[in-house]
Protein backbone atom coordinates (compact mmCIF):
# COMPACT_ATOMS: atom_id res chain seq x y z
CA UNK A 1 0.00 0.00 0.00
CA UNK A 2 1.39 3.33 -1.09
CA UNK A 3 0.40 6.64 0.85
CA UNK A 4 1.63 10.06 0.64
CA UNK A 5 2.80 12.57 3.09
CA UNK A 6 4.16 16.06 3.09
CA UNK A 7 6.35 15.69 6.19
CA UNK A 8 7.78 12.27 7.62
CA UNK A 9 9.69 12.34 10.85
CA UNK A 10 11.43 9.21 11.00
CA UNK A 11 11.58 8.15 14.92
CA UNK A 12 9.36 9.11 17.83
CA UNK A 13 11.68 9.95 20.46
CA UNK A 14 11.46 13.86 22.00
CA UNK A 15 13.11 15.15 18.90
CA UNK A 16 10.99 13.86 16.40
CA UNK A 17 7.86 14.68 18.35
CA UNK A 18 9.11 18.29 19.13
CA UNK A 19 9.86 18.57 15.71
CA UNK A 20 6.17 17.26 13.92
CA UNK A 21 4.35 19.51 16.31
CA UNK A 22 6.98 22.70 14.98
CA UNK A 23 6.17 21.66 11.39
CA UNK A 24 2.55 21.42 11.89
CA UNK A 25 2.42 24.48 13.79
CA UNK A 26 3.82 26.56 11.29
CA UNK A 27 2.49 24.18 8.29
CA UNK A 28 -1.28 23.65 8.97
CA UNK A 29 -1.81 22.28 6.20
CA UNK A 30 0.63 20.08 5.26
CA UNK A 31 0.44 16.74 6.72
CA UNK A 32 2.63 15.71 9.25
CA UNK A 33 3.62 11.79 9.94
CA UNK A 34 5.72 10.60 12.16
CA UNK A 35 7.02 6.88 11.84
CA UNK A 36 8.22 4.81 14.62
CA UNK A 37 9.03 1.31 15.16
CA UNK A 38 8.60 0.89 18.83
CA UNK A 39 4.74 0.26 20.03
CA UNK A 40 5.04 3.88 21.56
CA UNK A 41 7.00 6.95 21.71
CA UNK A 42 10.18 7.65 23.81
CA UNK A 43 11.39 4.16 24.60
CA UNK A 44 15.23 4.63 23.58
CA UNK A 45 17.54 7.15 24.54
CA UNK A 46 14.20 9.84 25.09
CA UNK A 47 12.90 7.72 27.76
CA UNK A 48 15.67 6.31 29.59
CA UNK A 49 17.66 9.84 30.07
CA UNK A 50 17.87 11.02 33.60
CA UNK A 51 14.78 13.62 32.96
CA UNK A 52 16.71 16.60 34.58
CA UNK A 53 15.85 20.23 32.64
CA UNK A 54 19.78 21.73 32.37
CA UNK A 55 20.26 25.05 33.35
CA UNK A 56 22.40 25.53 30.33
CA UNK A 57 25.96 26.86 32.00
CA UNK A 58 28.08 23.82 30.90
CA UNK A 59 28.76 24.74 27.43
CA UNK A 60 30.31 27.66 25.52
CA UNK A 61 28.21 30.69 24.74
CA UNK A 62 28.87 30.25 20.77
CA UNK A 63 27.21 26.59 20.76
CA UNK A 64 23.71 25.79 19.96
CA UNK A 65 23.63 23.72 23.32
CA UNK A 66 24.30 26.58 25.53
CA UNK A 67 21.23 28.52 23.83
CA UNK A 68 18.55 25.80 23.53
CA UNK A 69 19.62 24.78 27.22
CA UNK A 70 18.82 28.02 28.54
CA UNK A 71 15.72 28.36 26.94
CA UNK A 72 14.57 24.97 26.58
CA UNK A 73 14.99 24.80 30.49
CA UNK A 74 12.20 27.57 30.80
CA UNK A 75 10.09 26.43 27.91
CA UNK A 76 9.99 22.69 29.57
CA UNK A 77 9.36 23.78 32.90
CA UNK A 78 6.48 25.97 31.94
CA UNK A 79 4.86 23.32 29.78
CA UNK A 80 4.71 20.81 32.63
CA UNK A 81 3.33 23.21 35.00
CA UNK A 82 0.68 23.93 32.12
CA UNK A 83 -0.32 20.15 32.04
CA UNK A 84 0.44 19.29 35.46
CA UNK A 85 3.35 16.91 34.72
CA UNK A 86 5.03 16.22 37.26
CA UNK A 87 8.83 18.17 38.09
CA UNK A 88 10.75 18.57 41.32
CA UNK A 89 12.13 22.26 41.01
CA UNK A 90 15.27 21.05 43.02
CA UNK A 91 17.61 22.99 41.81
CA UNK A 92 21.51 21.86 41.33
CA UNK A 93 24.72 22.37 43.10
CA UNK A 94 28.07 21.44 41.38
CA UNK A 95 30.66 21.38 44.30
CA UNK A 96 34.87 21.38 44.08
CA UNK A 97 36.55 18.35 45.44
CA UNK A 98 39.84 19.88 45.55
CA UNK A 99 40.91 23.35 45.10
CA UNK A 100 42.25 22.91 42.06
CA UNK A 101 38.89 22.40 40.84
CA UNK A 102 37.84 26.78 41.57
CA UNK A 103 39.31 27.53 37.84
CA UNK A 104 36.96 25.32 36.45
CA UNK A 105 34.23 26.38 38.43
CA UNK A 106 35.26 29.97 37.61
CA UNK A 107 34.67 29.18 33.88
CA UNK A 108 31.27 27.98 34.58
CA UNK A 109 30.48 30.98 36.29
CA UNK A 110 31.86 32.91 33.10
CA UNK A 111 30.11 30.14 31.19
CA UNK A 112 26.63 30.47 32.76
CA UNK A 113 26.89 34.75 32.93
CA UNK A 114 27.95 35.30 28.73
CA UNK A 115 24.77 32.97 28.06
CA UNK A 116 22.19 35.02 30.51
CA UNK A 117 21.95 32.00 33.23
CA UNK A 118 21.15 32.46 36.35
CA UNK A 119 23.56 30.77 38.82
CA UNK A 120 24.80 31.69 42.22
CA UNK A 121 28.49 31.58 44.11
CA UNK A 122 28.54 29.99 47.38
CA UNK A 123 31.15 29.29 50.17
CA UNK A 124 31.51 26.34 51.99
CA UNK A 125 29.47 27.29 54.70
CA UNK A 126 26.71 28.79 52.40
CA UNK A 127 26.92 25.54 50.55
CA UNK A 128 26.54 22.95 53.92
CA UNK A 129 23.39 25.07 55.19
CA UNK A 130 21.62 24.61 51.91
CA UNK A 131 22.08 21.48 51.26
CA UNK A 132 23.29 19.35 54.33
CA UNK A 133 24.63 16.71 52.86
CA UNK A 134 26.93 18.47 50.59
CA UNK A 135 30.43 19.40 50.95
CA UNK A 136 32.86 21.47 48.28
CA UNK A 137 36.26 22.78 48.18
CA UNK A 138 36.29 26.22 48.20
CA UNK A 139 33.04 28.07 46.48
CA UNK A 140 30.25 26.01 44.45
CA UNK A 141 27.82 27.40 41.85
CA UNK A 142 24.39 27.24 42.59
CA UNK A 143 21.78 26.72 39.99
CA UNK A 144 18.03 27.58 41.01
CA UNK A 145 16.68 26.49 37.49
CA UNK A 146 17.72 22.83 37.25
CA UNK A 147 14.82 20.89 37.67
CA UNK A 148 13.86 16.86 36.72
CA UNK A 149 10.74 15.88 35.60
CA UNK A 150 9.19 11.87 33.99
CA UNK A 151 10.98 11.88 30.50
CA UNK A 152 8.48 9.44 29.39
CA UNK A 153 5.78 11.20 30.86
CA UNK A 154 6.71 14.30 29.09
CA UNK A 155 7.24 12.27 25.64
CA UNK A 156 3.90 10.81 26.13
CA UNK A 157 2.17 14.52 26.62
CA UNK A 158 4.25 15.85 23.87
CA UNK A 159 3.12 13.20 21.62
CA UNK A 160 -1.09 13.34 22.72
CA UNK A 161 -0.55 17.07 21.71
CA UNK A 162 0.54 16.43 18.80
CA UNK A 163 -1.87 13.52 17.50
CA UNK A 164 -4.35 15.94 18.98
CA UNK A 165 -3.52 18.75 16.79
CA UNK A 166 -3.61 16.63 13.32
CA UNK A 167 0.03 14.91 13.39
CA UNK A 168 -0.57 11.10 12.14
CA UNK A 169 1.91 9.14 14.56
CA UNK A 170 2.53 5.27 13.00
CA UNK A 171 3.64 3.39 15.59
CA UNK A 172 5.04 -0.46 15.50
CA UNK A 173 6.13 0.66 11.83
CA UNK A 174 10.04 0.88 10.87
CA UNK A 175 11.94 2.68 8.32
CA UNK A 176 13.35 0.10 6.16
CA UNK A 177 15.33 2.42 3.00
CA UNK A 178 14.77 4.58 0.21
CA UNK A 179 13.40 4.17 -2.97
CA UNK A 180 13.85 6.96 -5.60
CA UNK A 181 13.57 10.68 -4.83
CA UNK A 182 10.44 10.65 -2.52
CA UNK A 183 9.58 6.64 -1.53
CA UNK A 184 10.24 5.20 1.85
CA UNK A 185 9.68 1.91 2.58
CA UNK A 186 8.40 0.60 5.79
CA UNK A 187 7.92 -2.61 7.39
CA UNK A 188 3.52 -1.97 6.40
CA UNK A 189 4.60 -0.45 2.72
CA UNK A 190 5.68 2.00 1.27
CA UNK A 191 4.95 6.01 1.73
CA UNK A 192 5.88 8.97 -0.70
CA UNK A 193 7.23 11.60 1.61
CA UNK A 194 7.30 15.34 0.11
CA UNK A 195 10.71 16.23 2.95
CA UNK A 196 12.01 13.29 5.28
CA UNK A 197 13.07 14.00 8.93
CA UNK A 198 15.69 11.97 10.23
CA UNK A 199 15.17 11.70 13.90
CA UNK A 200 16.07 8.12 14.37
CA UNK A 201 18.08 8.52 17.57
CA UNK A 202 21.03 5.32 17.53
CA UNK A 203 20.06 4.68 14.11
CA UNK A 204 20.56 8.44 12.66
CA UNK A 205 23.54 7.65 10.71
CA UNK A 206 22.48 4.66 8.95
CA UNK A 207 19.04 6.71 7.88
CA UNK A 208 20.75 9.57 6.28
CA UNK A 209 23.62 7.50 4.38
CA UNK A 210 20.88 6.42 2.55
CA UNK A 211 20.23 10.15 1.25
CA UNK A 212 23.66 10.62 0.83
CA UNK A 213 24.55 12.42 4.45
CA UNK A 214 26.96 11.24 7.44
CA UNK A 215 29.50 10.37 4.88
CA UNK A 216 32.13 10.79 7.48
CA UNK A 217 29.90 10.11 10.65
CA UNK A 218 29.02 7.26 13.06
CA UNK A 219 27.14 6.47 15.67
CA UNK A 220 29.32 5.08 18.63
CA UNK A 221 26.76 4.24 21.54
CA UNK A 222 27.59 4.70 25.24
CA UNK A 223 25.42 3.54 27.88
CA UNK A 224 24.54 5.18 31.29
CA UNK A 225 24.19 3.40 34.88
CA UNK A 226 22.55 4.28 38.07
CA UNK A 227 22.56 3.34 41.43
CA UNK A 228 19.55 3.75 43.94
CA UNK A 229 21.11 3.40 47.59
CA UNK A 230 19.10 2.53 50.33
CA UNK A 231 16.72 5.22 51.59
CA UNK A 232 18.15 6.07 54.64
CA UNK A 233 17.99 9.95 54.74
CA UNK A 234 21.28 10.82 54.26
CA UNK A 235 20.75 11.53 50.49
CA UNK A 236 20.71 14.96 49.09
CA UNK A 237 17.29 16.86 48.49
CA UNK A 238 18.65 18.53 45.43
CA UNK A 239 21.23 17.58 42.17
CA UNK A 240 24.91 17.55 43.76
CA UNK A 241 27.50 17.30 40.46
CA UNK A 242 31.13 17.43 40.35
CA UNK A 243 32.73 19.89 38.78
CA UNK A 244 33.35 18.39 35.08
CA UNK A 245 36.53 17.45 33.16
CA UNK A 246 35.51 20.50 30.48
CA UNK A 247 37.33 18.64 27.64
CA UNK A 248 35.21 15.59 28.04
CA UNK A 249 31.39 15.45 26.61
CA UNK A 250 30.40 13.77 30.02
CA UNK A 251 29.27 15.74 33.57
CA UNK A 252 31.07 13.02 35.55
CA UNK A 253 29.18 10.66 38.22
CA UNK A 254 26.78 12.85 40.41
CA UNK A 255 23.96 12.62 42.66
CA UNK A 256 20.22 13.26 40.98
CA UNK A 257 17.48 13.96 42.48
CA UNK A 258 14.11 12.11 40.46
CA UNK A 259 11.03 14.08 40.54
CA UNK A 260 9.19 11.68 43.28
CA UNK A 261 12.20 12.73 45.72
CA UNK A 262 14.25 9.64 45.65
CA UNK A 263 17.81 10.38 44.65
CA UNK A 264 20.22 8.09 42.14
CA UNK A 265 24.32 8.23 41.83
CA UNK A 266 25.27 7.77 38.69
CA UNK A 267 25.63 7.79 35.16
CA UNK A 268 28.33 5.99 34.24
CA UNK A 269 28.70 6.35 30.33
CA UNK A 270 30.27 3.13 29.44
CA UNK A 271 31.07 1.98 25.52
CA UNK A 272 28.03 -0.15 24.72
CA UNK A 273 28.27 -3.03 22.68
CA UNK A 274 25.70 -2.69 20.33
CA UNK A 275 23.31 0.27 19.47
CA UNK A 276 20.39 -1.01 21.70
CA UNK A 277 22.60 -2.15 24.36
CA UNK A 278 20.46 -0.97 28.05
CA UNK A 279 20.83 -4.47 29.58
CA UNK A 280 22.26 -7.81 29.25
CA UNK A 281 21.90 -9.58 26.04
CA UNK A 282 18.75 -7.88 25.23
CA UNK A 283 18.67 -6.52 21.65
CA UNK A 284 21.72 -8.24 20.81
CA UNK A 285 23.09 -7.47 17.01
CA UNK A 286 25.99 -9.52 16.22
CA UNK A 287 26.77 -7.41 13.30
CA UNK A 288 26.48 -4.17 15.00
CA UNK A 289 29.11 -5.93 17.78
CA UNK A 290 31.51 -6.46 15.23
CA UNK A 291 31.40 -2.87 13.45
CA UNK A 292 31.13 -0.70 16.81
CA UNK A 293 33.84 -3.24 17.87
CA UNK A 294 35.93 -2.14 15.19
CA UNK A 295 35.39 1.10 15.49
CA UNK A 296 36.19 1.46 19.32
CA UNK A 297 39.17 -0.43 18.79
CA UNK A 298 39.91 2.01 16.12
CA UNK A 299 39.86 4.92 18.42
CA UNK A 300 41.18 3.02 21.40
CA UNK A 301 44.83 2.38 18.87
CA UNK A 302 44.56 6.01 17.54
CA UNK A 303 43.09 7.59 21.31
CA UNK A 304 41.49 9.78 18.99
CA UNK A 305 40.06 12.70 21.74
CA UNK A 306 41.47 10.94 24.85
CA UNK A 307 39.17 7.95 23.99
CA UNK A 308 41.49 5.12 25.89
CA UNK A 309 41.27 8.05 29.60
CA UNK A 310 37.87 8.51 28.87
CA UNK A 311 36.39 4.80 28.20
CA UNK A 312 38.95 3.67 31.08
CA UNK A 313 37.45 5.72 33.50
CA UNK A 314 34.11 5.10 32.62
CA UNK A 315 34.54 1.56 32.77
CA UNK A 316 35.73 1.95 36.15
CA UNK A 317 32.77 3.15 37.40
CA UNK A 318 31.10 0.40 36.49
CA UNK A 319 31.66 -1.16 40.62
CA UNK A 320 29.71 0.19 43.50
CA UNK A 321 32.57 1.59 45.28
CA UNK A 322 33.74 3.99 42.38
CA UNK A 323 30.55 4.88 41.57
CA UNK A 324 29.88 6.27 44.82
CA UNK A 325 33.29 8.16 45.29
CA UNK A 326 33.31 9.78 42.44
CA UNK A 327 29.52 14.99 21.64
CA UNK A 328 30.23 17.92 21.43
CA UNK A 329 27.84 20.02 19.62
CA UNK A 330 24.21 19.40 17.86
CA UNK A 331 25.52 18.40 14.30
CA UNK A 332 22.76 18.27 11.63
CA UNK A 333 22.64 17.96 7.50
CA UNK A 334 20.37 18.24 4.36
CA UNK A 335 19.39 19.44 1.18
CA UNK A 336 15.89 19.82 -0.06
CA UNK A 337 14.81 16.23 -0.02
CA UNK A 338 16.15 15.50 3.57
CA UNK A 339 17.11 16.70 6.84
CA UNK A 340 19.22 14.57 9.44
CA UNK A 341 19.96 14.82 13.36
CA UNK A 342 23.05 13.20 13.44
CA UNK A 343 24.01 14.12 16.65
CA UNK A 344 21.57 15.22 19.23
CA UNK A 345 23.33 14.41 22.43
CA UNK A 346 22.88 15.50 26.19
CA UNK A 347 20.69 17.73 27.14
CA UNK A 348 18.61 17.11 23.83
CA UNK A 349 15.81 16.38 26.37
CA UNK A 350 15.86 19.84 27.76
CA UNK A 351 16.82 21.32 24.17
CA UNK A 352 13.77 20.03 22.52
CA UNK A 353 11.53 22.99 21.86
CA UNK A 354 14.35 25.70 20.52
CA UNK A 355 15.75 22.49 18.69
CA UNK A 356 12.94 21.64 16.96
CA UNK A 357 12.02 25.92 15.71
CA UNK A 358 15.98 25.40 14.98
CA UNK A 359 14.98 22.54 12.60
CA UNK A 360 12.61 23.85 10.73
CA UNK A 361 14.32 26.88 10.72
CA UNK A 362 16.96 24.93 8.54
CA UNK A 363 14.44 22.79 6.77
CA UNK A 364 12.73 26.08 5.48
CA UNK A 365 15.99 27.91 4.29
CA UNK A 366 17.01 24.34 2.47
CA UNK A 367 13.48 24.86 0.64
CA UNK A 368 14.11 27.91 -0.56
CA UNK A 369 16.86 27.82 -2.00
CA UNK A 370 15.62 24.94 -4.81
CA UNK A 371 15.48 26.29 -7.96
CA UNK A 372 11.70 27.49 -8.82
CA UNK A 373 11.54 24.36 -11.59
CA UNK A 374 11.85 21.81 -8.76
CA UNK A 375 8.79 21.37 -7.04
CA UNK A 376 8.72 21.40 -2.70
CA UNK A 377 4.83 21.68 -2.83
CA UNK A 378 4.52 21.00 1.05
CA UNK A 379 6.01 24.59 1.55
CA UNK A 380 4.03 26.80 -0.74
CA UNK A 381 0.99 25.38 -0.43
CA UNK A 382 1.14 25.56 3.70
CA UNK A 383 1.72 28.68 4.24
Known amino acids: MSETTDFLIVGGGVIGVAVARELHRRHPGASVTILEKEASCGLHASGRNSGVLHAGFYYTADSLKARFSRDGNRELT ?7 LRINRCG ?4 ARSEGEQAALEELFRRARTNGVEVERLGEGETARLEPTARTVGEALYSPTTSTVEPREVVASLARDAAGRGVEIRTGEA ?3 REGDRAILTSRGRVSAGYLVNAAGLYADRV ?5 FASGHRILPFKGLYLYPAGDGRAPRMHVYPVPALDYPFLGVHWTATVDGRTKIGPTAIPALWREHYKGLANFRPRELVEIGMREADLWLRDSFGFRRLAWQEIQKRSKRRLVSRARDFRTEGDALSFHILNAVSPAFTCAFPFARHVADEIEALVERVPKTVPAPMLESSG
Open 175 to 177: YLG
Open 78 to 84: EYCLERG
Open 92 to 95: KLVV
Open 208 to 212: ARDFG
